[in-house]
């Protein structure tokens, strides 16, 4: 059951609209940094090994079998030590993820103010963004906004035909990719805690089953 949540909370997250929206994007022949993904393929994998390990473990013990019991004990600690490394490793680049994302939209948001842009699909991209995200341009450049690229890019009220406020895209991208990886996190910590609820347990049915007088 754990492992049918976890890889639901994963696929979720593979298939959100605004980080799916963002990360397929492609300006020219760069593709969108998707380093993102990476911990939710490693999400994804352990929550389908997992449902296959707690059938394991869930068989060893109804036939009460050590080696069942054993190998279940064995994949949990493999798992646990696969997800400290993926949490590691999250940790190291979430910071990262956010900016590699933002140097991609400020790279864009340069090439659709030039002129020789209308060559690429800069303009398409910018316009993601910031439809996707609702907002409107980089930090660097809100002192300096001019109401000829705001007309063009940023997205407008549909009933009013005006263009409201928006907050800078750079925010807007932090918050995104934060509270995700803050799922990611919350995700990872509820499995490794069940993890080691289970290893104790299997090893304490493991040991109960050998020292049983039927055996």
């Not at 959100?16 to 492609?26: E, K, P, R, V």
């Not at 390990?53 to 646990?80: N, W």
Request: net charge negative; hydrophobic share 50%.
């Amino acid at each position: 059951l754990a492992g049918g949540v976890i890889l639901g909370v994963a696929l979720w997250l593979r298939h959100d609209s605004q980080t799916t929206n963002i990360l397929y994007l492609q300006l020219g022949e760069k593709q969108a940094p998707n380093t993102f993904y990476v911990g939710i393929y490693i999400l994804i994998a352990v929550g389908a090994v997992m449902m296959f390990v707690g059938f394991l473990g869930c068989y060893g013990a109804i036939q009460e079998s050590q080696c069942l019991l054993g190998t279940f004990f064995t994949c949990l600690v493999i798992l646990f030590a696969c997800e400290v490394a993926a949490g590691i490793w999250g940790f190291v680049n979430k910071d990262q993820i956010a900016k590699d994302v933002k140097q991609f939209y400020d790279q864009a948001f340069q090439q659709a103010l030039m002129a020789e842009s209308d060559g690429n699909n800069a303009k398409a991209v910018v316009k993601t963004f910031h439809e996707t995200l609702n907002c409107c341009g980089p930090d660097t450049a809100m002192g300096v906004i001019t109401p000829l690229w705001k007309e063009e890019l940023c997205p407008k009220d549909s009933s009013l035909k005006i263009l409201p406020l928006y907050s800078s895209c750079h925010q807007k991208i932090d918050e995104l990719f934060s509270g995700k990886l803050y799922l990611i996190g919350i995700a990872a910590i509820v499995v490794a805690v069940i993890m080691i609820f289970e290893m104790i347990l299997s090893m304490v049915l493991c040991c109960g089953i050998r020292n049983s007088s039927v055996y």
